[in-house]
């Protein structure tokens, strides 16, 4: 008696066993399905999204947002903002942006004996752009909507910082610092527009105070206005409405 009660107990626990294992091999290949689904649809919406952001620029290229006469006021260091075109750009605008321009972009001026153009950390598929990059100014401007683009100059910065800052922007494009998609500040390994800017800003030439909260923090690496509306900063440029 107490050998069958040992062997059904033994031909439970097997058959328990059997179950639990199809049951992980079931769930373990939903949760693989459900991650590849996910995927596609990520990679399926940024097409699209790209899609009707080209669309977007061809139709508004032949608008021009600033003359030969306001780019050659520009100085490096100004920085640019813009809003994008695309439904990512519009839920940055109605979602991340607190400040009191409408803006889901920005990048640094840089003025070279070559032209006048803009640094910044993009992620394009279409472009085949990840992370940061030095692009023609004309370039940058034709990704904007022609009525919502500011330019902003800090006042504390020098142009014996020249040097300096485009000595740190091209070790980034050497480096090929990539786009950072999880918008994590705390790793800078890869770098999205404003991210980039604050650790230069913070780290390279000392315009600003390094931030001494985790909601500090956030606040500055997470709004573009921090940029551009302060007491250091003075708007040259601007295409909103008054």
Not at 45 to 63: R, T, V, W
Not at 103 to 115: F, K, N
Request: proline share 3%; glycine share 4%.
């Amino acid at each position: 008696m107490t050998i069958e009660v040992h062997d059904m107990s033994l031909l439970w626990c097997t058959f328990l066993l059997m179950n639990k294992i199809k049951l992980n091999i079931v769930t373990t290949t939903i949760v693989v399905i459900c991650c590849i689904l996910v995927v596609i649809g990520g990679v399926f919406f940024q097409y699209i999204d790209e899609g009707l952001e080209s669309q977007q620029i061809g139709k508004h290229s032949d608008i021009v947002r600033m003359t030969t006469d306001d780019i050659s006021q520009l100085k490096t260091g100004d920085l640019i903002f813009r809003k994008g075109y695309g439904m990512i750009s519009q839920w940055v605008s109605v979602y991340l942006e607190r400040g009191p321009f409408d803006l889901t972009h920005a990048g640094i001026v840089i003025v070279l004996p070559s032209g006048v153009f803009v640094a910044h950390a993009l992620s394009s598929k279409q472009q085949h752009i990840d992370g940061v990059i030095l692009q023609p100014i004309e370039q940058f401007l034709q990704s904007s909507y022609p009525d919502k683009l500011l330019i902003a100059r800090w006042t504390n910065y020098r142009p014996e910082m020249d040097e300096l800052l485009l000595s740190s922007i091209n070790a980034y494009i050497h480096h090929k610092i990539p786009f950072d998609k999880e918008a994590d500040y705390d790793n800078s390994d890869a770098l999205y527009c404003n991210e980039m800017i604050v650790n230069l800003w913070i780290n390279e030439l000392g315009l600003i105070s390094s931030p001494k909260s985790s909601a500090e923090k956030k606040y500055l690496f997470h709004n573009l206005s921090v940029l551009y509306n302060t007491s250091q900063t003075e708007i040259i440029f601007s295409t909103f409405q008054p």
